[in-house]
C-alpha cells in the first residue's frame, strides 16, 4: 500500500522525477541524487513496504538486483559492487548499490549530482 507521505512512493507515481535507470511492472531502479560513488543507485519495489524483509516477492527483488548489477559490471568494466541495505533515512524498502566502490575513500561525499551529469549517467547506465 502506498504512503501518502513516502518520498520513493512519490518517484513510482511520477510525481517527483528521477534519473531511472530500470523499470519493470514491479520494480524501480535510479541513480542517488546525492552518491557516494559514480552510478550510485537505489533498486525499490513500486509497492510500498517499509522493509526489503517485509515484501513476499523478495526472491523477484533479487534477480533484479542481480540483474543490474551485472549490467553495471559490464557498463564499469569491474567486478566489484557494492550493496547495503540499510533502511532509514526513507522508510521505503531499498537496496543501494555501488559501483566499483574503491573511490569511496577517496571522494565521499560527493555532494549533489550535477542535473548534466545524471542525464549523462542514465544514458550510460539505463537499459
Ligand atoms: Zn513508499
Redesign the pocket.
Known amino acids: 500500500m502506498?504512503?501518502k507521505d513516502?518520498i520513493?512512493?512519490k518517484i513510482v507515481k511520477g510525481e517527483i522525477p528521477c534519473h531511472k535507470v530500470y523499470e519493470d511492472d514491479d520494480f524501480l531502479a535510479f541513480l542517488d541524487i546525492a552518491p557516494f560513488v559514480e552510478g550510485h543507485t537505489l533498486i525499490i519495489p513500486k509497492k510500498?513496504y517499509r522493509w526489503v524483509w517485509d515484501m513476499p516477492n523478495i526472491g523477484e527483488y533479487f534477480s533484479v538486483v542481480q540483474k543490474i548489477v551485472t549490467h553495471y559490471r559490464k557498463v564499469f568494466k569491474d567486478e566489484f559492487v557494492a550493496g547495503i541495505i540499510w533502511g532509514m533515512l526513507v522508510e521505503?524498502a531499498h537496496v543501494q548499490i555501488y559501483p566499483c566502490p574503491r573511490q569511496l575513500h577517496l571522494n565521499w561525499p560527493q555532494g549533489k549530482l550535477p542535473p548534466e551529469k545524471a542525464k549523462k549517467l542514465t544514458r550510460k547506465l539505463s537499459f
Open positions: 502506498a504512503d513516502c520513493f512512493c510500498h521505503h
